[in-house]
Every structure is written in C-alpha cells, then in structure tokens.
C-alpha cells in the first residue's frame, strides 16, 4: 500500500503557537488511512504581537505585513526541522494565520515558499480559497477529515474542536465515510473570550488548565448577556474566525465580577452552546486547546447529558495535535484530487465541490 509522510501545521485563532505533526497516510483519497507519528507545540514569541494586532484590525504597514509572513514562515521551518528530527517527508501541508475572516473575504497568512525551499517538497496552503470562490464560508474544513479519522468508531458522534472557536464535526463513525451523512458548523467564541478574560483581569495570557474558572462561581447577570451573544452566533450561520463581538462583553463586566467569576461564566456559556450543537449525537469527541481547560469541560459535561463526552485522546487522535493532523489529511487529500470541503458545511455552490490549495512545488 502507497505510504506518504506529511506534514501538517495549523496556527489558530488564540495566536498562541504553531501546532506541527508528522502523519503516516496509506492509501489514497477517501480511501486513506492516517496516523499520527509525532508532534510538537510551539509558542510564536514575538510573531504573536504582531499577528493578533494584525487579527485585531490595528493598522499596519506593508512592510510590517509582509515581514510577519516571512516571520511566520521561518516559525514553520524551524518546526518543521525539529518535528522532522532528521526524517523526509513528502508533503507539507500548512494552514497560516488567518488574520481577517468575512467571506468571501479571508486571509490565511503566510509565506509558503521559504518551507518549500528548505525541505524540498510540494508545499500546499490557502485551503479555503477555492470553496470561498464557489460561495462557500470556507470553514469549517475539518469535518471531512474528522470522518476519515473516524471512520471505524462504532456509533454516531460529533467531534468538538475547542479552539480560538469552536467548530463541531456531526454525523460521524457509525459506518465508514458517508458524505451525505456529515455536518459541521462553527458554533462560538471559545479560547478566544475565555484567553481575552485571562488577559485583561488576570494578567495572564491564559487560565492554565482553567484553574481561575474552576474557583470561581457564575454570575447570573453577566451569563445571561454572554449566552445571547453566543446564541447569534451560532445562529448566524456563518463562518468565524475574528471578531469582537465578545469584548464588549468583558468591559461592560470586568469591574464588577471578579475574575474567576467572569471566566466560570464564560465556561457555562459556552458550554451550554456546545452541547446545543451536538445534541442528540450518541458520543461527543472533545480536542483542541480547550480540552485542557476542566472547567470548560465540566461545563460541557453538565449541559450535553445525556451524551457521552470524552477525549478524542481515548481514540487516538490526539487533542493537542488534531489540528495539524487535519491539515496533514486535507493536504493529502488535495494531493489526491479530492474535493476538502462539502456543500452541506460550507454553503459553496459548486456540484461537485472545487478542488482546493495553492501549491509551491520545490
């Protein structure tokens, strides 16, 4: 059987560090197989300023643009380098910063060459564009993934991405890949209001384990505004991935909920909007940065009984590195010529789905 090592890396809308894994693909198209060998987390140091001011609409100049996509892209290869550990891969598969998301408009930023250039592998990235092109929103691009990776899981489940936001993956497992059985959607703000709450009445860059959150009681007041803002947008119906409509929310709050207070608040907001969106899935697979906040957890627990909520860990796929090990599916899979994105999810208009990803061959 064909076996591939790629590459995949995904910078997330928290903008706290580059996520890389090595993954091991068998076979070709929906047909593949992927397993994850290794990963590794690390932070972007003084990108990161840079790259939320950007996210965060400040006003820069070309040349301060053009110097974070090449930052960025010196980020990856040193990741890449230390992820690769002296191996050859043969696809990379890189995501970028996205730094302005309002389709059709979006920007993943990053400089793909220089990747290309030093590893000496096709490089794929810009993975929204084409559904963007099409109508679609662009995102979630996961879900196709998350089927494949779920393929032998006996029952139905949803798959919970607690990232900068949250974006959940339906009509999984039970069954192999059937692609008109999958749904996905972005739901709400996550990592990215309960990392703002941690910065401004913490002075941290974030709640660790949400520990603050987990001493902390919930304000009624202040859950029942946060809860209508999470409710629009995950009603909206469309893509996220910036915006700030929840900072309002923490300055009208901050002086009067302490701290702990505020940030158990966000958790059984958001909680709340998660279960919503995947009631009625038999088991609910939790990954990403926010699987490491109990408290968010816990709130998750509470307001999705009766489904089962665990770990995509106790399946194999790694929390921490889902991400990148998505994009290293998806890049395999553009490599094979198979639509990323499907119309159910995304809203594109095209039958059958665009091919998507930009290439930079070596």
Excluded at 118 to 134: C, E, H, I, M, Q
Excluded at 237 to 252: A, K, N, P, Q, Y
Excluded at 259 to 269: E, G, I, L, Q
Excluded at 325 to 341: K, N, Y
Aim: with cysteine; glycine share 12%.
């Amino acid at each position: 059987m064909e076996r591939r090592l790629v590459v995949g890396c995904m910078t997330g809308t928290s903008i706290d560090g580059i996520d890389a894994a090595l993954v091991a693909i068998e076979g070709r198209g929906l047909d593949l197989r992927a397993f994850i060998v290794r990963g590794i987390s690390r932070p972007l140091g003084d990108l990161a300023r840079g790259l939320r001011d950007a996210a965060e609409q400040r006003p820069l100049s070309a040349s301060r643009f053009t110097e974070l996509a090449q930052g960025l892209a010196a980020a990856h290869v040193r990741a890449i380098t230390e992820l690769l550990s002296g191996d050859k891969c043969d696809l990379i598969a890189v995501h970028g910063q996205t730094v302005f998301h309002a389709p059709p408009l979006s920007w993943q930023m990053i400089n793909p060459t220089p990747i290309a250039h030093t590893f000496g592998v096709p490089v794929v990235f810009d993975l929204r564009a084409a559904d963007l092109a099409s109508g679609g929103q662009g995102a979630p691009i996961t879900p196709l993934s998350d089927a494949i990776l779920l393929r032998e899981f006996p029952t139905s489940a949803a798959v919970v991405n607690l990232g900068g936001f949250c974006n959940v993956t339906t009509g999984v497992g039970a069954g192999g890949v059937q692609i008109g059985r999958i749904g996905g959607r972005d739901v709400c703000a996550c990592n990215h209001i309960l990392d703002a709450i941690a910065r401004a009445t913490m002075d941290k860059a974030y709640d660790e384990g949400g520990m603050g959150a987990l001493s902390g009681t919930i304000d009624p007041e202040a859950l029942d505004g946060l809860l209508a803002i999470l409710s629009e947008q995950s009603m909206a119906g469309r893509s996220l991935g910036t915006g700030d409509e929840v900072m309002g929310w923490i300055e009208s709050h901050r002086h009067r909920v302490r701290a702990p207070d505020m940030a158990a608040t966000a958790c059984a907001a958001i909680g709340r909007a998660v279960a919503e969106s995947v009631r009625g899935a038999g088991t609910v697979l939790l990954a990403g940065g926010g699987a490491k906040n109990m408290a968010l957890v816990r709130a998750i627990r509470l307001a999705a009984v009766p489904s089962t909520v665990r770990f995509a860990d106790e399946l194999g796929i790694s929390s921490t590195y889902r991400e990148p090990l998505a994009i290293a599916v998806l890049g395999a899979l553009c490599q094979d010529r198979v639509p990323i994105t499907l119309p159910q999810v995304t809203g594109c208009g095209s039958v059958p789905p665009p091919i998507s990803g930009c290439w930079v061959l070596p």
